[in-house]
């Protein structure tokens, strides 16, 4: 850290708790994260939380998470109560109340960040920190995402904040603090919240010569007494009385699920297996836009390790350390490094005050701005075609045409606000001058683009208005009546269709990881079907209301690859409805695929086939 910096700390620049910039930086962020907020429908597995929460809130069991009304401990309680507790509180169950209390995690992860940089560094060092992480890709992504990531963070930042804040004077009551909030945010997600504020701990201990001062009976006594928080939620679901229609499918207790997945699945990942080095590629991602200026930054801190001060070189050390934690771990997917964001965006804060008046840098950031202003010029004069979509029979969401154009404005307004009133603004943003407007420019698009634009392509997502318009239909059928082919139970069809008890789900099995010679392969995926069968027979017996068999494009496809290519109760690749194509969610996407069976029919089919069978 340069004598410039440490001298801002002495003046008292450092101590300054609220201004302008801390009220600008807060208030875009407010915009940032709650606008918009419930506009796109589930990405991801935010269908299986929304699920869960919809069953708890169905059948008032809060201690047991279900899926189809069949138990499902996949992750802590604590990250279901929070949206339930939401949901009660508005009144209703929907992807805005499902990602609130991720975006008032956001909040809190910005706030903390702004205030960690601000005591361990400076004021200027904690805004910009504060800056970068709200505009990070994985940042934006999980704080508007109704799932366990984002409250996680929060809880790493609070639990680091905690410790740096009374480190020097901590006593049992503040190491009790320090494990409670660790043992707590493992309880949204699971270890992560425990190891990964440790980790970034421990450089700063040793660094400034603590280490001594924190082995004492106090600290031990405070991990013994606060460690029971960790099993209070699975021990309660072990031993309080379980809804009447759910169903545990397995042996394991709730104390079993936990080891399995807080500890098994660390070394002996089953669901997944990503190489050791893919964080190496991973990390960037989650950083977009700031990816280059945080490898820069690696790199400079690393070539004058020796000459920098007790916190920066802890800084650069816990970067490391979290990294290093993640990727020795056996269970690796892109979004688990989430956690080390802020600590990343403050190194990388450093570095740009740092090297403020870098030529490089300086050439960097010109380039930044000449890209910025071609790109927001053009944004900003795609309002002269309007007039031409309608001629084109081209249906582009009012709101992205509205969009485009607006975030081009707000990026040349800032590109001129940066050559007419440079030093005055940067001085009350806190910001380095002559770079402020161009490291706004990026966070403005990043945030533009993860807000705005990608909640304006909305219209083009086909499976939500597709499952009401099926349940407008057919959802006066009892739940018995409706037949769900696939590999397991679909979240997005059991909330959207408001089940009260469980679906038929006859299993497939996905071919791909079937071995053996082909026909061993086709009797395997082969024996659904025949499941399929005798179960429509059973319904076809039982009524003569419709059946309703809901399965996918893909798993057809499934069919096909091993040789079969129909059976007689119904035509494998003609449905009733099929959900429309759309080109948002990829190649890989599962349309929905619906078949409105008659029970005479079907009666008719499987005896004309038993007579046949008999003949033979």
């Given at each position: 850290?340069?004598?410039?910096?440490?001298a801002?700390?002495?003046?008292?620049?450092?101590?300054?708790?609220?201004?302008?910039?801390?009220?600008?930086l807060y208030?875009v962020a407010?915009?940032?994260?709650?606008?918009?907020?419930?506009?796109?429908?589930?990405?991801?597995?935010?269908?299986?939380?929304?699920?869960?929460?919809?069953?708890?809130?169905?059948?008032?069991?809060?201690?047991?998470p279900?899926?189809d009304?069949?138990?499902?401990?996949?992750?802590?309680?604590?990250?279901?109560w929070?949206?339930?507790?939401?949901?009660?509180?508005?009144?209703?169950?929907?992807?805005?109340?499902l990602?609130?209390?991720?975006?008032?995690?956001?909040?809190?992860?910005?706030?903390?960040t702004?205030?960690?940089?601000?005591?361990?560094?400076?004021?200027?060092?904690?805004?910009?920190?504060?800056?970068?992480?709200?505009?990070?890709?994985?940042?934006?992504?999980?704080?508007?995402s109704?799932e366990?990531?984002?409250?996680?963070?929060?809880?790493?930042?609070l639990?680091?904040?905690?410790?740096?804040h009374?480190?020097?004077?901590a006593?049992?009551?503040?190491?009790?603090?320090?494990?409670l909030?660790?043992?707590?945010?493992?309880?949204?997600?699971?270890?992560?919240?425990i190891?990964?504020?440790i980790?970034?701990?421990?450089?700063?201990?040793?660094?400034h010569?603590?280490?001594?001062r924190?082995?004492?009976?106090?600290?031990?006594?405070?991990?013994i007494?606060?460690?029971?928080?960790?099993?209070?939620?699975?021990?309660l679901?072990?031993?309080?009385p379980?809804?009447?229609?759910y169903?545990?499918?397995?042996?394991?207790?709730?104390?079993?699920?936990?080891?399995?997945?807080?500890i098994?699945?660390?070394?002996?990942?089953?669901?997944h297996?990503?190489?050791?080095?893919?964080y190496?590629?991973?990390?960037?991602r989650?950083?977009?836009?700031w990816?280059?200026?945080?490898?820069?930054?690696?790199?400079?801190?690393?070539?004058k390790?020796?000459?920098?001060?007790?916190?920066?070189?802890?800084?650069?050390?816990t970067?490391?350390?979290?990294?290093?934690?993640?990727?020795?771990?056996g269970?690796?997917?892109?979004y688990?490094?989430?956690?080390i964001?802020?600590?990343?965006?403050?190194?990388?804060?450093l570095?740009?005050?740092?090297?403020?008046?870098?030529r490089?840098?300086?050439?960097?950031?010109?380039?930044?701005?000449?890209?910025?202003?071609?790109?927001?010029?053009?944004?900003?004069?795609?309002?002269?075609?309007?007039?031409?979509?309608?001629?084109?029979?081209m249906a582009?969401?009012t709101?992205?045409?509205?969009?485009?154009?607006?975030?081009?404005?707000?990026?040349?307004?800032?590109?001129?606000l940066?050559?007419?009133?440079?030093?005055?603004?940067?001085?009350?943003?806190?910001?380095?001058?002559?770079?402020?407007?161009?490291?706004?420019?990026?966070?403005?698009?990043?945030?533009?683009?993860m807000?705005?634009?990608?909640?304006?392509?909305?219209?083009?997502?086909s499976?939500?208005?597709?499952?009401?318009?099926?349940?407008?239909?057919?959802?006066?059928?009892?739940?018995?009546?409706?037949?769900?082919?696939?590999?397991?139970?679909?979240?997005?069809?059991?909330?959207?269709?408001?089940?009260?008890q469980?679906?038929?789900?006859?299993?497939?099995?996905?071919?791909?990881?079937?071995?053996?010679?082909?026909?061993?392969r086709?009797?395997?995926?082969?024996?659904?079907?025949?499941?399929?069968?005798?179960?429509?027979?059973?319904?076809?017996?039982?009524?003569?209301?419709?059946i309703v068999?809901?399965s996918?494009?893909?798993?057809?496809?499934?069919?096909?690859e091993?040789?079969?290519?129909?059976?007689?109760?119904?035509?494998?690749?003609?449905?009733?409805?099929?959900?429309?194509d759309?080109?948002?969610?990829?190649?890989?996407?599962?349309?929905?695929?619906?078949?409105?069976?008659?029970?005479?029919?079907?009666?008719?089919?499987?005896a004309?086939?038993?007579?046949?069978?008999?003949?033979?």
């Amino acid at each position: 850290m340069s004598d410039g910096m440490k001298a801002d700390n002495s003046v008292g620049n450092k101590r300054r708790s609220f201004g302008f910039a801390e009220i600008t930086l807060y208030v875009v962020a407010f915009i940032s994260i709650f606008s918009l907020l419930g506009v796109n429908s589930f990405f991801r597995s935010e269908d299986r939380w929304a699920e869960i929460v919809r069953e708890m809130l169905l059948t008032g069991d809060w201690f047991h998470p279900a899926i189809d009304f069949v138990i499902y401990f996949d992750k802590p309680l604590l990250s279901y109560w929070l949206i339930a507790l939401t949901a009660k509180l508005f009144g209703s169950l929907n992807e805005w109340t499902l990602r609130l209390p991720s975006a008032i995690c956001g909040m809190v992860v910005i706030w903390g960040t702004v205030k960690i940089f601000r005591d361990l560094f400076s004021r200027q060092i904690g805004i910009l920190a504060g800056w970068l992480t709200l505009s990070c890709y994985g940042f934006l992504m999980w704080t508007r995402s109704a799932e366990a990531d984002m409250p996680q963070l929060a809880m790493v930042v609070l639990a680091f904040l905690w410790f740096m804040h009374c480190r020097k004077n901590a006593g049992f009551l503040q190491y009790w603090i320090f494990y409670l909030l660790l043992f707590v945010g493992a309880q949204l997600k699971g270890l992560p919240a425990i190891f990964v504020p440790i980790a970034a701990v421990i450089p700063f201990v040793f660094f400034h010569g603590e280490i001594k001062r924190n082995i004492k009976f106090s600290h031990v006594l405070a991990i013994i007494l606060a460690l029971p928080v960790f099993f209070v939620a699975p021990l309660l679901a072990e031993y309080m009385p379980m809804y009447e229609l759910y169903s545990w499918p397995n042996q394991l207790s709730a104390l079993d699920l936990v080891w399995r997945e807080n500890i098994i699945r660390v070394f002996q990942p089953f669901d997944h297996d990503e190489p050791w080095y893919v964080y190496l590629y991973e990390l960037p991602r989650v950083l977009i836009p700031w990816s280059p200026f945080f490898v820069m930054a690696l790199i400079y801190f690393g070539m004058k390790f020796k000459k920098l001060d007790a916190d920066t070189k802890a800084l650069f050390c816990t970067v490391i350390l979290i990294f290093l934690m993640f990727s020795f771990s056996g269970s690796r997917r892109w979004y688990y490094i989430l956690p080390i964001t802020p600590f990343c965006m403050g190194l990388t804060s450093l570095f740009l005050w740092e090297r403020k008046d870098d030529r490089w840098l300086a050439i960097v950031l010109k380039v930044v701005r000449w890209v910025a202003v071609i790109g927001a010029s053009l944004a900003v004069l795609s309002l002269l075609i309007w007039p031409f979509w309608g001629m084109l029979n081209m249906a582009w969401p009012t709101m992205l045409l509205i969009m485009i154009p607006l975030l081009g404005a707000i990026v040349l307004v800032l590109l001129i606000l940066g050559e007419r009133s440079g030093m005055e603004a940067a001085e009350k943003l806190c910001l380095p001058a002559g770079h402020w407007a161009s490291l706004l420019v990026l966070a403005a698009i990043s945030i533009g683009v993860m807000c705005g634009v990608y909640s304006s392509i909305e219209k083009f997502r086909s499976f939500k208005p597709f499952l009401i318009e099926m349940h407008q239909k057919y959802g006066h059928l009892a739940p018995e009546r409706v037949v769900f082919l696939a590999y397991d139970r679909n979240c997005f069809l059991l909330y959207f269709w408001n089940y009260t008890q469980p679906v038929n789900v006859i299993k497939q099995v996905d071919p791909d990881i079937v071995e053996g010679s082909d026909e061993h392969r086709k009797e395997i995926v082969g024996a659904s079907l025949k499941e399929l069968q005798a179960e429509l027979g059973r319904l076809s017996a039982e009524s003569d209301e419709d059946i309703v068999l809901i399965s996918f494009e893909r798993h057809m496809d499934n069919y096909r690859e091993v040789g079969i290519n129909s059976i007689p109760e119904f035509d494998m690749n003609e449905p009733t409805y099929r959900e429309s194509d759309d080109f948002i969610e990829g190649s890989d996407k599962k349309d929905f695929w619906f078949w409105i069976l008659k029970p005479e029919q079907i009666r008719q089919i499987q005896a004309q086939t038993d007579g046949s069978n008999a003949e033979q």
